[in-house]
Nanobody, 119 residues
Framework: QVQLAESGGGLVQPGGSLTLSCVVSGSIFSMNVWAWYRQAPGKEREMVASIGNSGSGKYSDSVKGRFTISRDNAKNTLYLQMSSLRPEDTAVYYC?????????????WGQGTQVTVSS
């Protein structure tokens, strides 16, 4: 069973930076396109960045230019470098694969990591 373990969140002031990590158990890491998702209170979960094995990241407009997604297939680890953080980035951040087909469901969600941007 695939397990996802996010870490690296915390409380940061506006304009600050954080780097999130997601360790994926099992041998499926290199087979998937991975993404970071976030869910703010009262809002639906949204994808903020994704990355395939090419190493090129794709970003939502809300984080483009501020966040950088990367992956290390040897370590089964996904990263999200976040800079110029804003209060509206406050959310629980999760990693999971990108559903490239209808049949490819999400893996069981991890506990996520809380990011709070506040002065």
């Amino acid at each position: 069973q695939v397990q996802l373990a996010e870490s690296g969140g915390g409380l940061v002031q506006p304009g600050g930076s954080l780097t999130l990590s997601c360790v994926v158990s099992g041998s499926i890491f290199s087979m998937n396109v991975w993404a970071w998702y976030r869910q703010a209170p009262g809002k639906e979960r949204e994808m903020v960045a994704s990355i395939g094995n090419s190493g090129s990241g794709k970003y939502s407009d809300s984080v483009k230019g501020r966040f950088t997604i990367s992956r290390d297939n040897a370590k089964n680890t996904l990263y999200l470098q976040m800079s110029s953080l804003r209060p509206e980035d406050t959310a629980v951040y999760y990693c999971n694969r990108v559903r490239l087909t209808v049949e490819a469901d999400f893996y069981s969600w991890g506990q996520g990591t809380q990011v709070t941007v506040s002065s």
